[in-house]
């Protein structure tokens, strides 16, 4: 069981990336899905979740109305827009497959872990 994170980058501050997670199995379909950040010398903190059919989304205050949270369960795949970047918003980004159907914001409430994507955004 393998989940693969892509997309980070170095972007310049009010710049856009998106972020792709695609699970090796069609099981995660069944699962809610997050993408959680770790910047150095900080705890890993939550930055979005969705539920196992896409209909029902969760942000951090910090990122809501500028990251927006998607899937594709016919692809595997788990996505993270994140527009109007500013340089707080530097940090590995990590997706992660909960161990139920919906929306969890603890690190505990995961059991899956991709192995991060590198967002930089330059001031």
């Known amino acids: 069981v393998q989940l693969q994170a892509s997309g980070g980058g170095l972007v310049q501050a009010g710049g856009s990336l998106r972020l792709s997670c695609a699970a090796s199995?069609?099981?995660?379909?069944?699962?809610?899905m997050g993408w959680f950040r770790q910047a150095p010398g900080k705890e890993r903190e939550f930055v979005a979740s969705?539920?196992?059919?896409?209909?029902?989304?969760y942000y951090a205050d910090s990122v809501k109305g500028r990251f927006t949270i998607s899937r594709d369960n016919a692809k595997n795949t788990v996505y993270l827009q994140v527009n109007s970047l500013r340089p707080e918003d530097t940090a590995a980004y990590y997706c992660?497959?909960?161990?139920?159907?919906?929306?969890?914001?603890?690190?505990?409430?995961?059991?899956?872990w991709g192995q991060g994507t590198l967002v930089t955004v330059s001031s």
């Open positions: 199995d069609r099981r995660f379909g069944n699962n809610g």
């Open positions: 992660a497959a909960a161990r139920g159907a919906g929306i969890t914001t603890t690190t505990k409430g995961y059991m899956y």
């Open positions: 969705i539920n196992w059919n896409g209909r029902v989304t």
